[in-house]
Nanobody, 115 residues
């Protein structure tokens, strides 16, 4: 019933850009905080950015000034615009929707930054 589907990942050169999308269904999207996490091989999952139901945004220090999280409630979709990508951004990126501690996860999309 609940489904989060990420898209937009791929291979990009250092300095390039990607836009990730997270399409949600089966939830009252507008009341959920939307989060983007990432996990590199052998490393712990980390929170990249989140946007609350009222539009407040927060970013990890490592991506500040380069990434922008947004949401379109009419489309039940969250986005992560990633600019000036670096090799250390390589990871699987996961979309998460959270409401009062109840979380839903997408399947993840691979982002690889390499020349």
């Amino acid at each position: 019933q609940v489904q989060l589907v990420e898209s937009g990942g791929g291979l990009v050169q250092p300095g390039g850009s990607l836009r990730l999308s997270c399409a949600a269904s089966g939830i009252s999207f507008s009341i959920y905080t939307m989060n983007w996490y990432r996990q590199a091989p052998g490393k712990q999952r980390e929170l990249v950015a989140f946007i609350t139901h009222i539009g407040t945004t927060t970013y990890a220090d490592s991506v500040k000034g380069r990434f922008t999280i947004s949401r379109d409630n009419a489309k039940n979709t969250a986005y992560l615009q990633m600019n000036n990508l670096k090799p250390e951004d390589t990871a699987i990126y996961y979309c998460n929707a959270d409401f009062n501690g109840m979380s839903h996860w997408g399947q993840g999309t691979q982002v690889t930054v390499s020349s």
